[in-house]
Structure formats: C-alpha cells, structure tokens
C-alpha cells in the first residue's frame, strides 16, 4: 500500500497538513536585531494559538532553493536523513531543508516525518530552532532557518588552530539551553521530550545564542502522564540517561540527564565519548564528588573564566547526571541554579 502523501498525488496528505499549518507566515520574520533581544529576556508564556506558524512549500521552491538539492549545498547526514543548506526564492532567505531518506513505500517513515512535525511544528522560542514549513512533494522534507554559525558541538571542538570558545559564550550557551529546554517541558502546548540532548543538537545564531534543534527522535508526554516506555532506545552514547537504556522509561528528567553531559561538555571542552571511547562521566564524576572544579575545565581557556560561575555550572550539572531520575532537578529548577 502506498504512504497517505502519495496517494491521490499527495492531495489528502497536503489537507491533513494545511488543517494545522499555515499556507503562509502569519507575519513576516523578525529581525536578527529582536532575536537576539528576544534570545536574552525570559521566556514568555507560549502563545495558545489553534494554528503553528509554519507553512507548506511547493517542490519547486525548495528544489530552486537547494539548486536541485546540490551535492555542494549537502551539510549534513544522519542516519535517516540529509540536510541541505538554501535560499528561499524571492526573499533569499537561509534556510536548512532536511530531506527524509528511505523507501518512499516505508509507512515508518511517513509516521516519522508527521511526529517531528508534530512536535517542533508547536514550538515557538527565540532558544528552539524555527520550523518554517514542510513539503510533502515527490517526497518528505521539512524546511527550517539555516545557522550559519553552525552547532556548539562544531564551534567547541573546532581545530587546534582556532581559538578555543570564550568562557562567556559557553556559560550564555548553557543559559540558553536551559531557557529553550524548560519551554519545551513547561511552556509548550503540549510536553514535549527531546531524547537527543547534545552539543551537535543546538544550533548557534551568529550571536552565539543557542537553538534547540533535530526533533527525530522527540516525544510528546500527555500531561496525565508521568512518563512513557519507548522501545527501540535510540539516542547518543555517552548522554542516555540509566533508566532510558536500562528500562527504555523517558520523561523530563531523561532530557535533564542529557543536558548535565552537555553542560560538562561546556566546561571541559571534552566529547561525551572521546577517541578512546573514555566516558566524559567517568571521567568527571569523581572530580565532581571532591569538589574539584580546576581540573575540569578547559586548558584551553588558559585560566581565563570566572571561578564561581564555573563552580556553578559544575555544580548544576552534577545533580542533572545522579543516577535515580527522581533525584535530578527539573529544568525550572536548572536555570535557578546558574543565578
């Protein structure tokens, strides 16, 4: 049997979308200048509206954005996926077109592509990547802003020829972070569970303020439940929280187990698993039990970061990584905690 976007020349799939998106922006975008304001203020109540704001682009447009999907344009690929970088027709606009991969008959992946839509699709925060609209056209794609300047993971550890990333940005990173996944547990429209926490999953604008990005693997939990069981357990070596791998159990407290590895990221500048296949846990568990803050952050700051706030983060994401998931703090709590 076919999937529901190519049956009938996709024209049932194209009614399904169009009754929860827009056909066009509600307004225009806002400037990069109120962003990065936006990206510093708290965060607002999310908006209750009955509609997202993002909108369905015709094949022709996202085909000329990407020149025909050029090689060149590919800058990135998972496993289910390819990313291209464009812009928009017309306007110019960046954007990142991710093209979903595989058999255009698997049913898996149509039910794939309508829960990250379904998700992302509700999320409106100056710290969560912006969805701008999907195409369902020959095949599935979803259409976001472009960052030119790329993920904390690829700025982090960046070659040796370039400067190490400031203390100051990697702490406004954290904040950040902790800002966009509080919304996504509290301040969307319905309770959304990223699973995939890590420095290559946040998106940094030319400011250096963080997005929130790659819903593939994200869940919504109803609010009369307290957790859900996930099977098959997918996500990252090295930022799975116990009870996720262990019993494939998921709730907030599996993205704040999550976010505690990415804060150490921050302060280390060390991969969550490195060369070696060294755990960054076990690595800095045990520095973290004595108090012992200097020799967890990064040489390559040369000293250079301010003691007390590195102390603070530290201490933060040591109780994001303790092991009973009941015993780690809730995100709201997180972002008291860097006050």
């Known amino acids: 049997m076919k999937p529901l976007y ?42 209750r509206s ?47 077109v991710k093209r979903l991969m595989g058999s255009s008959a698997c049913e898996r992946r149509e039910r794939d592509f ?9 999320a409106r925060h100056p710290n969560v990547c912006a969805l701008l609209g999907c195409c369902v056209d020959r095949d599935l ?45 509290k301040g969307c429209q319905r309770r959304i569970i990223h699973r995939d926490i890590k420095a290559s999953n946040v ?9 929130i990005s790659d819903f593939g693997l994200a869940k919504w939990l109803p609010s009369e439940w307290t957790h859900r069981a996930i099977a098959p357990i997918e996500g990252t070596f090295g930022c799975l929280a116990p009870e996720y791998y262990t019993h494939g159990i998921v709730d907030e407290k599996t993205d704040v187990f999550a976010f505690g590895v990415f804060l150490l990221e921050l302060v280390t500048g060390r991969k969550p ?34 003691g007390e706030e590195a102390k603070r983060v530290a201490f933060v994401a040591a109780l994001c990584i303790r092991a009973p998931a009941t015993w780690r703090p809730s995100m709201t709590e997180v972002r008291s905690g860097f006050r």
Not at 8 to 25: A, E, T, V, Y
Not at 53 to 81: K, M, P, Q
């Open 114 to 122: 309508l829960a990250e839509l379904g998700t992302v699709g509700h």
């Open 50 to 96: 009955s509609r997202p704001a993002w909108r369905c682009f015709s094949y022709d447009e996202i085909n000329r954005a990407t020149n025909g999907f050029h090689e060149g344009n590919l800058v990135g690929r998972g496993g289910s996926s390819e990313v291209y970088r464009g812009e928009l027709p017309g306007d110019g606009r960046a954007v990142a």
């Open 203 to 211: 998106l940094l604008t030319d400011d250096l303020h963080p997005q």
């Open 273 to 306: 698993v490195d060369g070696s296949h060294r755990s960054l846990l076990s690595w800095a568990r045990p520095l973290l039990a004595d108090g012992k803050i200097d020799p967890l952050v990064d040489p390559r700051l040369g000293g250079d970061y301010d």
């Open 141 to 185: 794609y979803l259409v976001f802003e472009f960052s030119n300047r790329g993920s904390v993971a690829a700025n982090l550890h960046a070659d040796e020829a370039s400067p190490a990333m400031g203390w100051a940005a990697r702490r406004g990173i954290a904040v950040g972070t902790a800002r966009g996944l509080e919304y996504l547990h």
């Open 6 to 47: 190519l049956r009938s020349g996709g024209r049932s799939f194209k009614r399904l979308l169009l009754s929860i998106g827009h056909r066009s922006p509600s307004k225009p975008p806002a400037s990069p200048a109120h962003d990065a304001a936006a990206a510093n203020e708290e965060p607002e109540p999310s908006p």
